[in-house]
């Protein structure tokens, strides 16, 4: 699929990678659901990698909330920096771990509709005119708002599909 550019692909092709994310998950007998990934994998089970996804939305939000305010936001994560994302996916695992299954869904759900009421509000214009907002540097708000939504849901529904394949 190719890479949104206006809002109107935006919006659609985040919400149809989100619900083909969920209709997968949801479809899984129960036992493939809870079922440990193999050794090697960062995130062991599907909670983790719906929790990964959430926390990934927090952070969207409050570089959004921090940059609309005319400030720097911490990217991707106070104390860490792009090339210290493994540090950074590691302690999102860490804090997330032990998180139901049932709980990491609920919480996802919430943040990605917390996303799609940002790129609701925008225009075509101030989601893709790059450099129109300081804080995202040289690219576009769409672009911060594809790889939060779109590219990590395919991300996520590739990697759940490869491990319990692999197990």
Not at 51 to 68: A, D, F, I, K, N
């Amino acid at each position: 699929m190719a890479r949104p550019k206006s809002k109107e692909e935006l919006k659609l092709q985040s919400t149809e990678n989100y619900f083909k994310l969920i209709e997968f998950v949801e479809q899984l007998e129960q036992e493939d659901q809870q079922a440990e990934f193999p050794e090697g994998y960062l995130n062991r089970n599907i909670s983790d990698v719906l929790c990964h996804l959430h926390q990934w939305h927090l952070m969207m939000l409050e570089w959004y909330r921090t940059g609309m305010k005319g400030e720097k936001p911490d990217m991707p994560a106070k104390g860490y920096t792009w090339k210290t994302l493994p540090d950074l996916n590691r302690e999102i695992w860490e804090q997330y771990r032990d998180t139901p299954l049932d709980e990491a869904k609920s919480m996802l759900h919430s943040s990605f509709a917390d996303l799609q009421y940002i790129i609701d509000k925008h225009t075509d214009e101030e989601l893709f005119e790059k450099k129109r907002y300081p804080w995202t540097g040289s690219t576009s708000l769409g672009a911060y708002l594809i790889s939060a939504t779109s590219s990590h849901y395919d991300w996520a529904l590739k990697l759940i599909k490869k491990c319990l394949k692999n197990r």
